[in-house]
């Protein structure tokens, strides 16, 4: 029998040794890492106080129409505030997750600059994805979700969010959905090839 007790699950230190807290990063990567991170978190606030607009408008159940801005009236508009929703949720989501990689990738040692495209580009492109992947769940298209996930406003609030944050695994699945549906290219080529000689 050892004596050796056994070693964490999870490597917390982020291969520190105790007591070592300078930085590891010089000024001028902590200023690009400052950028981004506002940059994100004033997305993230945006995201919400619009969501919260909405939500306000819709929880409320009014008796008369309320007017949101952009000439939006609730319940006139209902469906297109749902899919208004879908689209900021699924910013949020993937706002969400590119701070918790901003914090994630600085404090394990792995952030770069080249990174931040990435950073810039992930919380449009979040949104724009979840109302696109909740236009083909609803039309029956892609079965990841039931079609009528996006009937009800917290629904559709949460698949959005859900999308958003995990946009890189459902590009995979789709992509694989893809292949699987219509093949790759170079299967094509071969297949052609193939058939020639």
Same mark, same amino acid.
């Given at each position: ?20 807290? +300078? ?19 004033? @997305?993230?606030?945006? @995201? $919400? ?10 929880? +409320? ?5 309320? *007017?949101? %801005? ?16 879908? %689209?900021?949720?699924?910013? +949020?989501?993937?706002? +969400? ?7 994630? $990738? ?5 952030? !770069? ?10 919380? #449009? ?13 609803? #039309? ?5 979700? !039931?079609?009528? *996930? ?35 290219? =170079? *299967? ?8 020639? =000689?």
């Amino acid at each position: 029998m050892s004596d050796e007790l056994p070693q964490p699950a999870v490597e917390l230190t982020d291969g520190r040794q105790p007591g070592h807290f +300078a930085t590891r990063y010089p000024r001028s990567a902590w200023f690009q890492i400052a950028v981004e991170f506002v940059f994100l978190l004033v @997305v993230l606030i945006a @995201v $919400s106080v619009s969501l919260l607009i909405i939500g306000k408008a819709v929880g +409320a159940k009014p008796v008369n129409p309320q *007017a949101l %801005a952009f000439g939006l009236q609730y319940p006139r508009d209902r469906t297109f505030l749902i899919w208004l929703s879908i %689209a900021l949720s699924g910013s +949020a989501g993937g706002t +969400a997750f590119a701070l918790k990689w901003l914090y994630h $990738s600085v404090a394990k040692w792995t952030w !770069n600059r080249d990174r931040i495209l990435w950073r810039f580009i992930v919380p #449009a492109l979040s949104g724009v994805f979840a109302v696109f992947v909740a236009f083909m769940v609803s #039309a029956e298209i892609v079965p990841f979700l !039931n079609a009528k *996930a996006f009937d009800s406003f917290y629904r559709a609030l949460g698949a959005g969010f859900l999308l958003g944050y995990f946009s890189d695994n459902v590009l995979a699945a789709l992509q694989n959905l893809a292949v699987k549906w219509f093949g790759t290219v =170079d *299967a094509r080529v071969r297949s052609a090839s193939d058939k020639q =000689d």
